[in-house]
């Protein structure tokens, strides 16, 4: 087998001096829970009425409904007298989807949850929906209200429910919970709250690796959970010396044990998508002789698959083969590596190897080669993969569905989409009989597919005219799609109506949607709202780049202003208020409105690049009062913008602003973007006679230029300076650096 090497460790990495110490004199790795972890008291004593709930809700409870009733009907009906065993049944529906429904929410507001003393497993549920919805703080305030004495196993189970959603609030409230209580935390609330403080945001991390420091101090023992998570701390903030020397550190009883912490590292960082830690980690593994067993093999697998890591693939499959014959998750692992690493044809020749060795295909086999075929531009495989497919029986679910239509937004086929469509839920097929549920994807997809195919008309009906897109369908997403097929078809009124019906369901607008929305108005020919949606968008933060770039491009290739009758059509009232204003006031009160926040109506002048340069100085005046952190799509990218403002600027005889346009040029840009913007600067320079300001220019991009362009610049600084008659001086500018060494006629320069 190749050898899959590592880059050697340097000795820099630095363990927390007690977590080092503590490790050095511990004996043994954990993997049961300490005495401290029986529960002292009992929650609750006599159980009450209610204490069945603990049982998942079984047929019974459906007994009333008819034989052909679906759970996927109006849940108006279905959850219309909300009772506590209601609640919890709505409760378990939704977090065994991973969801929150928009019912699920109605009610959360509504049921009396603070007033109800609920189980061990409802509190578990509740904690889990609050944290989906972003609501930590009311999380922790039914924990308070529902943990009124010391219960241990209580609180555990709780503190592993914020660990299994890294919500590293909630999990040091629990914390905290038990300090109040005067219950020492034992190994299952200190892992938990390592897991979800590695699993939260970045600024959680360092958090995780205190608390495993003050764990070791307080005496309890971690266990290879314990460790699994503090090696994500670390593999996130990219201090793999760390864990190499946390490794070494831990003291193993047996190679079983090191296996054990070694796959709780592993597994934990694939799940957590650190895909490169968790391959050196499976080497280092490796490098000890140690065979870490299938399951581990094939988290490692995956981790290459997802990284495309071709090499370290092929590497352990060999190791796999050696030591057991390859299951079906290791064969889908090396085909969805070849699909993700875009080499089709040697995903289908791992498939042949795999029905060659009598190993039954899935629905996850034929998705991988699905992926592959699209990822690989070989669209013309995915009838033959569906064959293969309903030949073993396997049946169509969501991705396959998603793969075949992301397979027709690459051909531009709307009509083969919809074929696929129908075809996903046509249970009567005498040849492969399909029945998928619609997700918001597929809608999301099959938009896509029509956005691509130029069919824009069918992208808004089908919002219209599906009542499923309009229930599961409203993402972000969705409406962009919909305003950007309203901007090609020219239909301002339709994209406001939309934009409103999202705002009235709750949906809060991006930068994207509202620029969408702008250039709709553009297309529209709706010049004057365009430009005071523009100042709406600035005044409430939501402008970018692509903002300004938009509107300047569209005045530049005006070559007029509008017509005033047109000017005249567009100041009629709008049906719509600007940007969303909840609280705009009514046309008298505008009127005599003097707030300087009211955008002043736009007036065109009779010069399009005089109205460029006005919204390029009022881009930097945005730009400049804000913050990067807080507006950084003000920042990045700006090359289109400052091209056309240097444009327009050249045009318009403003060499002043063409200078410091120039000046304002941001680090980072491209040299070829300001070699642009240069040139134009130079061009303003020749009509100017601004021999000083060309050389300067000159001089600092000349090492930055490739030959041409160099050449060409040369050539016209050299007649700038020539013409103003100012040799001397410019060759004291830099000691004539800029004219000596591009002069190779003469053997100087390069």
């Known amino acids: 087998m190749a050898a899959i090497r590592v880059a050697p460790k340097r000795s820099g990495g630095v363990l927390l001096p007690a977590l080092r110490r503590a490790l050095s004199t511990r004996s043994t790795v954990s993997s049961a829970p300490s005495a401290a972890a029986v529960p002292t008291t009992t929650s609750g004593g006599q159980e009450s009425d209610h204490s069945q709930l603990l049982a998942p809700a079984t047929g019974g409870a459906w007994r009333h409904r008819p034989s052909n009733y679906s759970a996927e009907r109006p849940a108006g009906k279905k959850w219309k007298h909300m009772d506590r065993a209601s609640f919890r049944r709505l409760l378990e529906e939704c977090m065994a989807a991973g969801t929150v429904s928009s019912v699920l929410r109605k009610y959360m507001d509504e049921f009396p949850i603070l007033d109800t003393k609920w189980s061990d497993q409802e509190l578990v549920l509740i904690t889990g929906a609050l944290i989906k919805m972003n609501r930590s703080d009311a999380a922790l305030d039914v924990l308070r209200s529902q943990i009124q004495e010391p219960d241990r196993n209580r609180l555990n189970r709780v503190a592993a429910e914020s660990a299994r959603l890294g919500n590293a609030q909630v999990a040091l409230g629990v914390l905290d919970i038990a300090k109040h209580f005067e219950l020492a935390p034992d190994v299952i609330t200190y892992t938990s709250a390592i897991h979800a403080?590695?699993?939260?945001?970045?600024?959680?991390?360092?958090?995780?690796?205190?608390?495993?420091?003050?764990?070791?101090?307080?005496?309890?023992?971690?266990?290879?959970?314990?460790?699994?998570?503090?090696?994500?701390?670390?593999?996130?903030?990219?201090?793999?010396?760390?864990?190499?020397?946390?490794?070494d550190a831990?003291?193993?009883?047996?190679?079983?044990?090191?296996?054990?912490?070694?796959?709780?590292?592993?597994?934990?960082?694939?799940?957590?998508?650190?895909?490169?830690?968790?391959?050196?980690l499976f080497q280092l593994l490796l490098d000890e002789g140690i065979y870490p067993g299938d399951h581990l093999c094939n988290a490692a697998l995956s981790a290459c698959?997802?990284?495309?890591?071709?090499?370290?693939?092929?590497?352990?499959?060999?190791?796999?083969?050696?030591?057991?014959?390859?299951?079906?998750?290791?064969?889908?692992?090396?085909?969805?590596?070849?699909?993700?690493?875009?080499?089709?044809?040697?995903?289908?020749?791992?498939?042949?190897?795999?029905?060659?060795?009598?190993?039954?295909?899935?629905?996850?086999?034929?998705?991988?080669?699905?992926?592959?075929?699209?990822?690989?531009?070989?669209?013309?495989?995915?009838?033959?993969?569906?064959?293969?497919?309903?030949?073993?029986?396997?049946?169509?679910?969501?991705?396959?569905?998603?793969?075949?239509?992301?397979?027709?937004?690459?051909?531009?086929?709307?009509a083969q989409a919809e074929r696929y469509w129908a075809?996903?839920?046509?249970?009567?097929?005498?040849?492969?009989?399909?029945?998928?549920?619609?997700?918001?994807?597929?809608?999301?997809?099959?938009?896509?597919?029509?956005?691509s195919a130029k069919q824009f008309a069918k992208v808004v009906a089908l919002w219209r005219e599906d009542y499923t897109c309009r229930r599961r369908a409203k993402s972000a997403k969705t409406l962009n799609f919909l305003v950007r097929a309203c901007k090609e078809l020219r239909d301002d009124a339709t994209a406001v109506a939309l934009v409103d019906e999202f705002l009235g369901r709750g949906h809060v607008l991006s930068s994207v949607t509202h620029n969408h929305l702008l250039a709709t108005f553009l297309a529209a020919g709706k010049y004057t709202r365009a430009y005071e949606y523009l100042q709406q968008m600035d005044k409430d933060g939501f402008a970018t780049t692509f903002s300004f770039t938009l509107m300047m491009k569209q005045r530049l290739l005006m070559e007029s202003p509008p017509s005033p009758q047109l000017l005249q059509q567009q100041q009629q009232p709008q049906q719509r208020s600007d940007s969303h204003d909840d609280n705009s006031n009514n046309a008298e009160d505008d009127d005599n409105d003097d707030d300087d926040d009211t955008p002043e109506r736009f007036s065109f002048s009779?010069?399009?690049?005089?109205?460029?340069?006005?919204?390029?100085?009022?881009?930097?005046?945005?730009?400049?009062?804000?913050?990067?952190?807080?507006?950084?799509?003000?920042?990045?990218?700006?090359?289109a913008l400052y091209v056309l403002a240097a444009r327009a600027a050249e045009a318009a005889g403003a060499h002043d602003d063409l200078l410091d346009i120039y000046k304002e040029c941001p680090a980072t840009m491209a040299t070829t973007v300001k070699a642009e913007i240069a040139r134009h600067t130079l061009a303003s320079c020749d009509k100017e006679g601004d021999w000083k300001a060309a050389v300067l220019i000159y001089d600092e991009l000349t090492a930055k230029l490739d030959e041409s362009t160099n050449i060409e610049f040369y050539e016209l600084?050299?007649?700038?300076?020539?013409?103003?008659?100012?040799?001397?001086?410019?060759?004291?500018?830099?000691?004539?650096?800029?004219?000596?060494?591009?002069r190779t006629d003469k053997g100087w320069g390069f």
């Open 197 to 247: 403080c590695a699993r939260g945001s970045r600024a959680d991390v360092p958090t995780a690796l205190q608390l495993l420091n003050e764990m070791i101090q307080d005496g309890v023992a971690p266990n290879h959970r314990t460790y699994g998570a503090a090696v994500l701390a670390y593999a996130r903030l990219d201090r793999w010396d760390d864990i190499e020397d946390l490794m």
């Open 250 to 280: 831990i003291p193993y009883v047996d190679d079983a044990d090191k296996s054990a912490v070694f796959a709780s590292a592993i597994i934990t960082c694939t799940r957590s998508r650190q895909y490169a830690v968790a391959t050196r």
């Open 305 to 414: 698959a997802r990284t495309g890591d071709l090499h370290h693939l092929n590497a352990i499959f060999r190791l796999v083969e050696r030591h057991a014959a390859p299951t079906l998750y290791t064969f889908n692992s090396m085909i969805s590596a070849h699909g993700n690493a875009r080499d089709v044809d040697e995903a289908l020749r791992v498939f042949a190897a795999m029905k060659a060795r009598g190993v039954a295909p899935d629905a996850v086999t034929f998705n991988a080669l699905l992926l592959g075929a699209v990822r690989s531009r070989r669209v013309e495989l995915l009838p033959q993969i569906l064959d293969m497919m309903a030949a073993d029986g396997a049946k169509w679910d969501v991705y396959t569905l998603n793969m075949l239509l992301e397979g027709c937004v690459v051909t531009q086929d709307a």
């Open 423 to 451: 075809a996903a839920t046509d249970a009567t097929s005498a040849t492969a009989p399909q029945s998928v549920r619609f997700d918001r994807t597929h809608y999301e997809t099959l938009m896509a597919v029509y956005t």
């Open 606 to 639: 009779a010069s399009a690049d005089e109205d460029a340069l006005a919204l390029y100085h009022q881009y930097v005046a945005s730009r400049n009062a804000h913050a990067k952190w807080l507006a950084p799509l003000l920042h990045f990218p700006s090359d």
């Open 717 to 742: 600084v050299v007649k700038i300076v020539a013409r103003a008659g100012e040799f001397e001086q410019a060759l004291d500018l830099n000691g004539g650096d800029w004219y000596r060494l591009n």
